[in-house]
């Protein structure tokens, strides 16, 4: 079975910054591309990054490049997304996410 855990959310001030983890379970992480993506309160789910299954290569949304990284260590089966400068539209639910497959999701929160 699939499993994905988020952690390292939290409430932040604007300008601080956040590390974001998720850890894999139940399927060769090694193998796969993952995603974080994020729901803000009242909207749509946005995605925010991607990995490639070695993680030579990211992507990233208009909206966070430049201020969040993605990197996984595929030893220890985790994700994790580096936040800095965060900013209050960054306030969401981030939730890690292969396929079908999605974690609880851990909340953060960016407000004075």
């Known amino acids: 079975e699939v499993r994905l855990v988020e952690s390292g959310g939290g409430l932040v001030q604007p300008g601080g910054s956040l590390r974001l983890s998720c850890v894999a379970s139940?399927?060769?992480?090694?193998?796969?591309?993952m995603s974080w993506v994020r729901q803000a309160p009242g909207k749509g789910l946005e995605w925010v990054a991607a990995?490639?299954?070695?993680?030579?290569?990211?992507s990233y949304a208009g909206s966070v490049t430049g201020r969040f990284t993605m990197s996984r260590d595929n030893a220890k089966k985790t994700l994790y997304l580096q936040m800095n400068s965060l900013k209050p539209e960054d306030t969401a639910v981030y939730y890690c996410?292969?396929?079908?497959?999605w974690g609880q999701g851990t909340q953060v929160t960016v407000s004075p």
């Open positions: 990995i490639n299954a070695r993680g030579e290569n990211t």
């Open positions: 996410n292969l396929g079908k497959a």
């Open positions: 139940g399927f060769t992480f090694s193998l796969y591309a």
